[in-house]
Nanobody, 115 residues
Framework: QVQLVESGGGLVQPGGSLRLSCAAS????????MGWYRQAPGKQRDLVAG???????NYADSVKGRFTISRNNAKNTVYLQMNSLKPEDTAAYYC?????????WGQGTQVTVSS
């Protein structure tokens, strides 16, 4: 079983920055994907940014140029640096990890962008 612990969410003003972290622990076998999704009330959960073990990175069009995903392999941790935040970025953010045995979700961390 894999456990994902997220941190870094909160309330920020428009134009501000936040950094999300997600640490994976437990029975981890060959992680090949780590990423972040988000879900606003009444909407589906969508990919924000994802990174494969081969180094391929994908971003949602709405966050390109503002968000940066990175990873510390030694710590099995993935980060999401979010700059120039907008009210429309408000959502619950979920970490997602896939290894050779399956996919796992974090508990979610709330990001609220409001003045």
């Amino acid at each position: 079983q894999v456990q994902l612990v997220e941190s870094g969410g909160g309330l920020v003003q428009p134009g501000g920055s936040l950094r999300l972290s997600c640490a994976a622990s437990g029975s981890i076998f060959s992680i090949y994907f780590m990423g972040w999704y988000r879900q606003a009330p009444g909407k589906q959960r969508d990919l924000v940014a994802g990174m494969t073990s081969g180094g391929n990175i994908n971003y949602a069009d709405s966050v390109k140029g503002r968000f940066t995903i990175s990873r510390n392999n030694a710590k099995n941790t993935v980060y999401l640096q979010m700059n120039s935040l907008k009210p429309e970025d408000t959502a619950a953010y979920y970490c997602h990890v896939r290894d050779s045995l399956g996919g796992y979700w974090g508990q979610g961390t709330q990001v609220t962008v409001s003045s």
